[in-house]
C-alpha cells in the first residue's frame, strides 16, 4: 500500500524545539512511522502515522528520564493492522506490570480532546495511565503533554455524566489531565498496579452470528461507518474479540465471498465458544480458601465468610463499601430472617467490574449441600451491588442463566446507592451457570461460567 497522505523533510530535524520539555524525532523513528502506516487503509494513514510518532516520542521520553522503566510495544496497536484500522489510540502497552495508553494531539490544542469509546469501556483496552502526547509532525517533534488515572478519569466521567457521542467517542475535556508529568513517573515507580483497579472479562459471542450475518454486505464496505451498521453491543463483542476483529479486517480487507465471509464467522465463534467453555470460574476452589487460575486473571477476592442465612430475592439497604468484607458480612445480616439456612462453610467472593460508566461489584457465594448425597449439589448465590461513591442505573438487569435457559432475572426500577440485587441457584456438580449484567440500552456484561468442579 503505498502512502499518500505522508511526505517528510529531513531537514525539519534541524528546526529548534517548539517548547520546553518536547522530545525531537530522528530520521529512522520517522522512516518507521511511515513505513507502519503504509500497512493501514488509507483514511486511517494520517493518524496511525501520528500515533507512531508519539509512540516512538514517548518512548524516548521515557529512556532519557527513567531507564529504569521499560516500555513493551511489542503488541503496540500501531503495529496491528486489525487494531490501528478501528481503534484510534496507542495502546497494549505495558511498563512492568502497568498498562498505558497514548492518546495524540496535533498542533492545534483544543479544550477536549476524542477519546474512542473502547479504550475506556472495554476491559480489553482498558489502561492504568492515559498519556497525552502533543505531535508536532512539521517540526518531527512530540511532547508529553498530561495524564490521567484510569480510576480518575472513571470518577470524573461519572460525577460529570459524560456519555460517548453516535460515533463511540468520548469528549474529555483537557483539565481533566493532570499537567505534572513527572507525577506519572513517581506513580510507575511507587505504586502498585493494584491500586489502580482494571477489570478483564471475557465477552459472550453466543447470539453475534445471527446478528452479524445480514450485515455482511454492510460491513464488507468501509464507505459507511461501524456504528452506522452495528450497535455499541454488537460492536464491543467484536473488539473485545481479536479473532472476530481479524475477521472483520480481513472481510473488508481482502473481499471474500459473503459465503465465505458466513463461515469464517462460524469457524472463529466456534473458537471462541470452545475457550469460553474451558475457561470457567471454578467456585468448588474457593472452599479451600483457593482462586483457579483464571480467578485470579480476573481479579476476584475470596473473603472470610460469616454464618448467614438467605432469604426471598428483596433489595438491600447500603452499607460500608470501602471494606467489601464488612460490606458482606452487613449484606448477609439483612439475610438471616430466612427458612433456608446457609451453613457456615460457605465461602464468598467478589469482584469490581465497570460496565459503560458505571462502577458495579458482584458478590458471589458457594457451598454443598450435604442433604442431598446420594445426588450431590451445590449452591451459589450472586449478589450485584455498586462500588463507593458509585449506584445501580435504572433498568439494570441481573440475570442468572443455565444454558440458553434463563433461570432469574432482577430489574433497578430506578437509579439507587442504597440497595443490591440478588438471586440463588442450586445445582448439580456438573451444571454450570451463567450471570449477565444487561444495561437498559442492552449493553451486557457477560461473566465466565461458574461451575463446581
Known amino acids: 500500500m503505498t502512502n499518500y497522505h505522508i511526505e517528510t523533510n529531513n531537514s525539519l530535524l534541524d528546526f529548534e524545539s517548539f517548547s520546553p520539555g518536547g522530545i525531537e524525532l530522528s530520521v529512522a523513528q520517522i522512516d518507521q512511522a511511515v513505513a507502519l502506516s503504509d500497512r493501514i487503509i488509507s483514511e486511517r494513514q494520517w493518524q496511525t502515522y501520528l500515533n507512531s510518532l508519539a509512540l516512538f516520542g514517548f518512548e524516548t521520553w521515557l529512556e532519557e528520564r527513567d531507564s529504569s522503566l521499560t516500555l513493551n510495544s511489542a503488541n503496540c496497536s500501531v503495529k496491528q493492522p486489525s487494531y490501528a484500522n478501528y481503534i484510534d489510540g496507542v495502546f497494549n502497552l505495558t511498563i512492568g506490570e502497568y498498562k498505558i495508553c497514548l492518546l495524540t494531539n496535533g498542533v492545534t490544542i483544543d479544550e477536549f480532546i476524542r477519546v474512542d469509546r473502547a479504550l475506556i469501556d472495554l476491559p480489553e483496552y482498558i489502561a492504568h495511565f492515559y498519556i497525552l502526547v502533543n505531535v508536532v509532525e512539521e517540526q518531527a517533534e512530540v511532547k508529553i503533554d498530561r495524564c490521567i488515572r484510569y480510576q480518575d478519569l472513571i470518577e470524573q466521567q461519572q460525577t460529570n455524566n459524560l456519555t460517548s457521542d453516535t460515533a463511540w467517542a468520548y469528549e474529555i475535556p483537557l483539565p481533566w489531565f493532570n499537567l505534572e508529568v513527572d507525577d506519572l513517573l513517581l506513580s510507575l515507580r511507587c505504586l502498585q498496579p493494584s491500586s489502580i483497579p482494571v477489570s478483564e472479562r471475557v465477552t459472550a459471542t453466543d447470539n453475534i452470528q445471527t446478528e452479524l450475518a445480514p450485515l455482511l454486505s454492510q460491513l464488507q464496505s468501509r464507505e459507511t461507518a461501524l456504528s452506522e451498521i ?19 479486517d480481513q472481510l473488508q480487507t481482502n473481499q471474500p465471498s459473503l459465503t465465505d465471509s458466513l463461515a469464517a464467522l462460524r469457524d472463529v465463534l466456534s473458537s471462541s465458544l470452545t475457550e469460553v467453555t474451558q475457561t470457567a470460574i471454578n467456585v468448588k476452589s474457593w472452599l479451600s480458601n483457593q482462586l483457579d487460575e483464571l480467578g485470579q486473571n480476573l481479579a476476584w477476592t475470596i473473603l472470610p465468610t460469616p454464618e448467614f442465612a438467605t432469604s426471598g430475592l428483596r433489595d438491600l439497604q447500603v452499607t460500608n463499601r470501602e471494606f467489601p468484607t464488612e460490606e458482606l458480612g452487613t449484606i448477609i445480616t439483612h439475610l438471616r430472617n430466612s427458612e433456608e439456612e ?4 460457605a465461602v464468598g467472593a467478589y469482584q469490581d467490574f465497570i460496565v459503560d460508566s458505571y462502577a458495579l461489584r458482584l458478590f458471589a457465594v458457594t457451598w454443598t449441600l450435604t442433604e442431598t448425597e446420594s445426588l450431590p449439589e451445590w449452591s451459589l448465590l450472586i449478589i450485584l451491588g455498586a462500588q463507593p461513591n458509585n449506584y445501580l442505573p435504572q433498568g439494570l438487569k441481573l440475570e442468572l442463566k443455565e444454558g440458553d435457559t434463563v433461570l432469574d432475572q432482577k430489574i433497578i426500577i430506578e437509579d439507587t446507592n442504597n440497595s443490591y440485587i440478588y438471586t440463588q441457584v442450586i445445582g448439580e456438580f456438573d451444571e454450570q451457570f451463567t450471570v449477565n449484567i444487561i444495561l437498559a440500552d442492552g449493553e451486557t456484561y457477560t461473566f465466565p461460567n461458574f461451575v463446581f468442579q
Open 230 to 248: 452495528l450497535t455499541w453491543s454488537q460492536a464491543a463483542i467484536i473488539f473485545s474479540n481479536p479473532d472476530l476483529l481479524n475477521w472483520l
Open 342 to 345: 446457609i451453613p457456615p462453610r
